[in-house]
């Protein structure tokens, strides 16, 4: 069965600061690890996948995040936190099992600072 | 590309009422989910569809909770009788499921917001 823990279920950074959202994951097969990123009143929306590819994945709004085999992690980085980003944000882990099976952690929400 | 469509978006009723939520999926999107998302969790499953059949329904109440999946496309989630507990977003979504290089993208809808007095 496959899990995951987002550390940290509020994080406060001022705008042009780094942004470091941590996702870690367990899954008894190789996973496909997604971020998607809610804001108010909206349902939830795709930054970014990894599917196996680069371990370094570039998403949408100057997001990445890095796969780290080794320590079972997925954490969610921006270099310059803009008052935009100001949202919750989610980690996923899917694995294929009679189709595929999506666990959702239990989000972090950013907030950021002027 | 029409996104994930729900309805309605916002319904209050009183506990030991009935309610039910419509989802029209992605068009040609096999996978269709609900997801119960209660405010500050994240979403959890409460079903899959995978065309008709349902894939995954373990974390649904079944004694309240109905889902529905006509003709492999929409779908409708109904809750009878409901609790004060079932206050939540109820989240559809849907996904193309076309092999493991996809990496099963789930597109969602803006959710149905259900309060329940």
């Known amino acids: 069965a496959q899990s995951v823990t987002q550390l940290g279920s509020h994080v406060s950074v001022s705008e042009g600061a780094l942004v470091l959202l941590r996702c870690n994951y367990s899954?008894?097969?190789?996973?496909?690890l997604f971020w998607y990123v809610q804001y108010p009143n909206q349902g939830l929306q795709l930054l970014l996948k990894?599917?196996?590819?680069?371990?370094l994945v570039k998403g949408i709004n100057g997001f990445e995040a890095e796969f780290k085999k080794s320590e079972t992690s997925f954490h969610l980085t921006k270099p310059s936190a803009h008052m935009s980003d100001a949202a919750e944000y989610f980690c996923?882990?899917?694995?294929?099992?009679?189709?595929?099976?999506?666990?959702f952690g239990a989000g972090t929400r950013l907030f950021v600072k002027a | 590309e029409a996104g994930v469509a729900q309805s309605p978006r916002y319904k209050i009723i009183e506990k030991r009422q009935s309610v039910a939520f419509w989802c029209n999926p992605i068009?040609?999107?096999?996978?269709l989910y609900w997801y119960q998302q209660i405010l500050g969790q994240g979403p959890k499953l409460l079903i899959q569809?995978?065309?008709?059949?349902?894939?995954?329904d373990s974390q649904l109440p079944k004694d309240r909770f109905s889902a529905e999946r006509l003709k492999g496309v929409d779908s409708t989630l109904k809750i009878q009788p409901a609790k004060l507990e079932d206050s939540a977003v109820y989240l559809c979504?849907?996904?193309?499921?076309?092999?493991?290089?996809?990496?099963?993208?789930?597109?969602f809808g803006e959710g149905s917001w259900l309060t329940v007095v």
């Open positions: 979504a849907s996904s193309l499921d076309t092999g493991p290089s996809s990496g099963n993208t789930i597109y």
């Open positions: 899954s008894s097969v190789p996973p496909y």
């Open positions: 990894y599917t196996s590819a680069a371990t």
């Open positions: 996923a882990v899917s694995v294929p099992a009679g189709g595929f099976k999506t666990i």
């Open positions: 068009s040609g999107h096999a996978t």
């Open positions: 569809f995978q065309n008709n059949g349902v894939v995954d």
